[in-house]
């Protein structure tokens, strides 16, 4: 049983650290700016994100963004002023792998090891320890992480240096936003054209358009349900990295650009806090037509 930090216990965090101390692990939370969540009864309250280094073998962060993980990390009283040799700093955030590279570079130099790690699966996978992890540092680090990894994840994969981890996870992002459009205006088109877009769904179930999208966000959008999940203004966070980096390598990713303009929609309707399957809302109101006859 290790010594684990776990900073950042939002809708994410909170199960993945409730799974860590189901399974025996010793967890020591921050308290800078909430109390220990009541679900972590055991938890152990330290007051800084720099005590939560010093008393644990293991620091994970999962934060909202690239600027909260450098406070975390390296503001005042943070986890890099509390860190000695042979401790691990796992930021499983979704940030950018540019910045992730120099965060672990500045680790690195403090005796410590860095891996970054963040994941795919929301809230749903969070809970059940089913979560895909992405994972970017050296091979002896994530051996001897594995078997938290194990904890919260099913399908994880060492995919290289730091900074790789956070670049496969932004690949997802474009993948799944895409994905999201795609059955968004599949439904929308069918519910224009007078079909019934539930049971067009269930047709698409069965062939070669079947996707996990189509399953749960397919369903989402039927029902109206878009309390997130994951949610579209941290979506529109991940595709600006996606774009911002694109920038930088020179090259053209012209659908996710649509897909950010239509989350761009949705927050300027009210959306931002709406699960990111809520993206049909701002079709619907560009078309104005709803499926649900809203």
């Avoid at 895909?132 to 990894?149: N, Q």
């Avoid at 900074?163 to 059955?183: P, R, S």
Wanted: glycine share 12%; aromatic share 4%; hydrophobic share 45%.
């Amino acid at each position: 049983m290790a010594n684990i930090g776990f900073i950042g216990t939002g809708i994410m965090g909170l199960p993945m650290a409730q799974n860590l101390a189901n399974a025996g692990h010793q967890l020591f939370v921050s308290t800078q700016r909430s109390p220990v969540p009541a679900e972590l009864a055991d938890a152990e309250g330290c007051a800084t994100p720099k005590a939560v280094a010093e008393a644990a073998e293991f620091i994970i962060l999962m934060v909202p963004d690239t600027p909260q993980v450098e406070a975390v990390l390296f503001g005042e009283n943070g986890v890099a002023s509390g860190l000695s040799e042979g401790k691990v700093v796992i930021d499983m955030s979704s940030i950018s792998p540019l910045a992730t590279k120099d965060f672990a570079r500045r680790v690195n130099e403090l005796g410590a090891e860095y891996l970054d790690a963040p994941v795919s699966g929301g809230e749903v996978g969070a809970k059940a320890g089913t979560l895909s992890i992405m994972v970017g540092g050296s091979e002896e680090t994530f051996a001897r992480a594995k078997p938290l990894f194990d904890i919260m994840g099913q399908n994880i994969t060492l995919v290289g240096g730091n900074g790789d981890g956070q670049t496969a996870k932004v690949a997802n992002q474009i993948i799944v936003a895409l994905n999201i459009e795609a059955v968004s205006e599949a439904l929308l088109f069918a519910s224009k054209a007078g079909a019934d877009p539930a049971r067009v769904r269930e047709a698409l179930m069965g062939g070669f358009a079947s996707s996990k999208i189509l399953e749960v966000h397919g369903e989402r959008m039927v029902k109206g349900t878009f309390n997130p999940g994951f949610r579209i203004e941290l979506h529109q966070k991940d595709l600006n990295l996606a774009l911002t980096g694109a920038k930088e390598l020179a090259l053209n990713l012209p659908n996710t650009a649509t897909a950010q303009q239509i989350f761009s929609t949705c927050v300027a309707i009210g959306g931002a806090g709406w699960d990111h399957s809520g993206m049909i809302k701002g079709l619907e109101h560009m078309s104005n037509h709803s499926i649900r006859d809203e």
